[in-house]
C-alpha cells in the first residue's frame, strides 16, 4: 500500500506474511503430490503451481522491496484498456479455477486457494495501478471485482438444464414457487389453490416467472440467482443519497452491500420491503409513509417475525439521517409517525381473512396431511401458530421446535458457530463506524437517539439468535437478517453523512483502516470462497437414464396415484407424465414437521403407507441411518428417519436407486423389511 511501502518495518511484516502463506502453499503441493513424487513422476498440474509458486513470491518480494525493478513495464500499463482487462484477468482466473475447472481437485488445499486468490489479487492491483507501486485503493479496487465477480460466478453457474434437483430443497421450492401462478401445470381442479408449505412473499416473488408461457427449469434457476443478487444491490442504491459521494464511489458501495447482505443470505422479499423503505425517505414524508405501510404489509406476507422490520428501518433513517439541518423533536415525532405506519401496514394485512388467527387463538389450519382442499395457497411454517404475537403465541414459537444453543459455538452443521460468524460478518464494518464517529465530524446524536438505535440493533440481535438456534437452523446467518439490514442501514447514514468521502480520503492516504476496508470487502466470500469445487453433474447418459425410467414407471401408472415426496419440478417442467397431484406429504413439511415431533401430523402419512396408498413414490434415497450427535444436521436427520424414512421403508421397497441424481423410485414392499436391530412401527 501507499505508505506502507515506505516502512521498513512494514515491508518486513508483509514479506514475512507472503513466505508464511507461500511456505504453507508449498507444503500442501507437496502433500497433494507426495505419491507421485515418490515414483519419480512430474505431471503437469505439479510443474504448473510450482512455477507459480515461485514466480508469485518473486513478483510479492520486488513489489514490496524493489518496485522499481517494474518500471519498464508502466509503458503498457499508460494503455489503459490493456491494463484493466489483464488486470481483471488476474482477478477472475482463481476464481474460474475453483469454480470450473477439473485442476480445482489437486489444487484444493485451503493455502494453496489463500495463495492463489491473494496472488490474483495483488497482480490484479498492481496493473490497475498507473505506476509500479501498489496503491490501497487499488488493492481495494481489486478485492472488490474478485469478490463480485466470485459471488455472481457462484450463483448463476447453477443455471442449467439438469432436470434433478441441485440441493436439498431446490427442485421441491421451485413446485412451491410455481403453484400461485402456475395452477394450469397439474391435474388438479382448476378453482381450488394448491397448498405449498412457503410463505406467499416468496412465493409471489419467485412465481412471477411462471406468468410467462413455457418456463424451463433453466430459466428458473436464472430467475433464482438474479433475485438473490440485484435487489441486494438495488438496497444499497437505495440507502445512499447521491450527494453522500462521487457516483463512482456510490456505486461500489451499493456492490459491497450485495457483499455484505449475501452473507446471510437474506431472503429477498425483506430487501425489497427495505428498499421500499429507503427509496420513500426520499419522497414527500406523506408518500415515504404509504410507501413504509406497504413495505410492512410486504414483509410480514412472508414472515410474521418481519412485523418490525420496516417500521423500524424507516424510523432509524428519520430520526438520524437529517441530525445537522432538523431539530430533534420534530425527527423523533416524524419518526414515531413513520415507524406507525409501517407497523399498520402490517397489522392490517394480518388482519385480512386468509391468515385470520395470527393474532387470535384460533391459529391457522395446516393443510397438509389432510386430503381436502386447504384454505391458504401458502403457508409459512413460522406462521402456523396460535396466535403468533399473544403469550401462548410465542411460547408455542419457542418451544414447537427444540433450540439447540449448541450452534451457537462452532459445529460441524456451520463450523464458526452463529456468535462468530456474525462477529466476523459484523466486525469490519462495526469498526469503520465506530472510527467515523470518533473523527469528531459527524453531527451529534441526542441521548434518545442513541437509546433508540441501540435498542432497535440489540432487539433484532437477540431475536436473531433465538430463531438461529431453533433445530433446523444454525448453517448460515440467514436467521439474523433483521439485524443485517439494520446494521446496513446505520452504516448507510453515517456514509450520507460524509463517511463515504472520509474514508475515500483515508484509503488515498493509506491509513490503516485501509485494511479494515479490505476485510470487509473480502471476508464475506472468504469462506465459500475456501471450501468451493466445480458442480459436478452425472453423465448426460446417467442422467438420461434416470430420467426415462422414472418417466416410464410414471406413464404406467398414470391412473394411479404417484406420490412425489422430493423431486417436484418433474411435474413442473413437464418431465413426467401429467399425473393427478397429490399435494400433500412434501418433504420440506415432513422435515419441519419432524423436528416438532408432531406424531399427530404423521398419523395420516403413516395409515397411507400401511395400506400402500401409492403405486410409487418418488423420493431421495431413503434409508435407515441414525448418526447421534456431532454431525452435521444430525439432529433433523435422525427426526426425519424417525418419522418419514423408516415408516416409508417399512411399507415401500426401492425399485431403483439413482444415487448421483439423488432420486429414488419406491414400490409397495411385497416381503416384510428385514434388517438387523430395525423394528417397523
Known amino acids: 500500500m501507499t505508505k506502507t511501502a515506505d516502512r521498513p518495518i512494514q515491508r ?3 514479506t514475512a506474511l507472503a513466505l508464511f502463506i507461500s511456505v504453507l ?73 475453483y469454480t470450473f475447472h477439473r485442476w480445482s481437485e489437486p489444487y484444493g488445499d485451503t493455502w494453496i486457494r489463500i495463495y492463489l486468490y491473494g496472488l490474483g489479487i495483488l497482480l490484479s492491483a498492481w496493473c490497475l495501478s498507473k505506476n509500479e507501486k501498489v496503491k490501497s485503493g487499488a488493492l481495494i479496487n481489486a478485492s472488490l471485482i474478485f469478490s463480485l465477480a466470485f459471488l455472481f460466478t457462484s450463483q448463476f453457474r447453477f ?7 441441485n440441493g436439498w430443497s431446490e427442485g421441491n421450492r421451485f413446485w412451491d414457487y410455481s403453484v400461485l401462478f402456475g395452477r394450469q401445470l397439474y391435474n388438479w381442479p382448476q378453482d381450488q389453490p ?27 434457476r436464472f430467475w433464482n440467482a438474479f433475485l438473490f443478487t440485484i435487489p441486494y444491490i438495488l438496497l444499497g442504491w437505495a440507502l445512499l443519497r447521491a450527494r453522500s459521494a462521487e457516483t463512482r464511489l456510490r456505486l461500489a458501495a451499493a456492490l459491497w452491500a450485495l457483499l455484505f447482505l449475501s452473507q446471510g443470505p437474506i431472503y429477498t422479499p425483506l430487501v425489497l420491503a427495505a428498499a421500499l423503505v429507503a427509496f420513500g425517505r426520499k419522497m414527500p414524508f406523506w408518500l415515504a409513509c404509504a410507501l413504509t405501510a406497504l413495505a410492512g404489509a410486504y414483509a410480514v406476507m412472508s414472515r410474521s417475525t418481519w412485523i418490525l422490520g420496516p417500521a423500524v428501518f424507516a424510523a432509524l433513517l428519520i430520526l438520524l439521517e437529517k441530525r445537522g439541518s432538523s431539530p430533534a423533536n420534530i425527527r423523533l415525532r416524524n419518526a414515531i409517525l413513520i415507524g406507525v405506519c409501517g407497523l399498520l401496514g402490517a397489522i392490517l394485512f394480518l388482519k385480512q381473512d386468509m391468515i385470520r388467527g395470527v393474532f387470535g387463538g384460533a391459529g391457522i389450519q395446516q393443510p397438509a396431511a389432510t386430503h381436502e382442499a386447504p384454505l391458504l395457497t401458502s403457508i409459512d411454517p413460522e406462521e402456523v401458530a396460535p396466535g ?5 403465541g410465542i411460547q408455542y414459537f419457542l418451544t414447537r421446535q427444540p433450540l439447540l444453543w449448541s450452534r451457537l459455538f462452532p459445529n460441524e452443521t456451520y ?31 441526542t441521548v434518545i437517539e442513541w437509546i433508540l438505535s441501540l435498542l432497535a440493533l440489540a432487539g433484532f440481535l ?33 456514509w450520507n453523512d460524509g463517511m463515504g468521502v472520509w474514508l475515500a480520503e483515508q484509503v488515498q492516504r493509506g491509513h490503516w483502516l485501509s485494511w479494515i476496508v479490505l476485510a470487509a470487502v473480502l471476508i464475506p466470500i472468504s469462506a465459500q470462497a475456501l471450501q468451493i469445487y466445480p458442480k459436478e453433474y452425472p453423465t448426460p447418459e446417467k442422467t438420461e437414464d434416470a430420467l426415462q ?29 401429467r399425473v393427478k397431484l397429490i399435494a400433500d406429504y412434501e418433504k420440506k413439511w415432513m422435515m419441519d414437521e419432524a423436528m416438532a415431533d408432531n406424531a399427530a401430523w404423521f398419523k395420516p402419512y403413516h395409515e397411507d403407507l400401511k395400506r400402500q396408498r401409492f403405486a410409487v413414490i418418488i423420493s431421495e434415497p431413503l434409508q435407515i441411518k441414525f448418526q447421534g450427535a456431532n454431525l452435521n444436521f444430525s439432529e433433523e436427520n435422525d427426526l426425519f428417519v424417525k418419522w418419514v424414512s423408516l415408516p416409508t421403508l417399512c411399507a415401500y421397497e426401492p425399485l431403483e436407486t439413482f444415487a448421483e441424481n439423488g432420486v429414488q423410485i419406491l414400490v409397495p414392499r411385497t416381503a416384510p423389511l428385514d434388517l438387523p436391530n430395525v423394528e417397523c412401527p
Request: net charge positive.
Open 159 to 165: 443455471v442449467t438444464g439438469y432436470p434433478f434437483s
Open 194 to 220: 394448491i397448498p405449498a408449505y412457503i410463505d406467499l412473499g416468496r412465493q409471489s416473488l419467485w412465481g412471477a416467472i411462471f406468468l410467462l408461457p413455457n418456463v424451463s427449469i433453466g430459466l428458473m
Open 25 to 97: 502453499a508449498a507444503r500442501g503441493v507437496l502433500a497433494r503430490y507426495q505419491e507421485f513424487l515418490a515414483n519419480g513422476s512430474l505431471v503437469a498440474s505439479f510443474l504448473a503451481i510450482t512455477l507459480i509458486l515461485a514466480g508469485g513470491f518473486l513478483f510479492t518480494f520486488v513489489l514490496i522491496w524493489k518496485p522499481y525493478w517494474l518500471t519498464p513495464f508502466n509503458r503498457l500499463k499508460r494503455i489503459s484498456p490493456l491494463r484493466q482487462t489483464f488486470g481483471l484477468i488476474c482477478c477472475i482466473l482463481p476464481m474460474l479455477l
Open 415 to 445: 463450523r464458526p458457530g452463529i456468535l462468530l460468524g456474525l462477529l466476523l460478518a459484523a466486525a469490519p464494518l462495526l469498526i469503520l463506524m465506530i472510527a467515523w464517529l470518533r473523527s469528531g465530524k459527524p453531527p451529534s446524536m
Open 462 to 494: 437477540a431475536m436473531g439468535i433465538v430463531v438461529s438456534v431453533k433445530i433446523g437452523g444454525g448453517s448460515n446467518l440467514h436467521n439474523l437478517d433483521l439485524f443485517l439490514i439494520a446494521l446496513l442501514t446505520a452504516a448507510a447514514i453515517c
Open 12 to 14: 518486513i511484516i508483509l
Open 388 to 392: 403468533m404475537f399473544s403469550p401462548e
Open 549 to 577: 425410467q422414472i418417466q416410464q414407471i410414471v406413464e404406467k401408472h398414470r391412473e394411479d396415484e404417484v406420490l412425489f415426496i422430493d423431486q417436484r419440478q418433474l411435474l413442473t417442467f413437464n418431465n413426467v407424465a
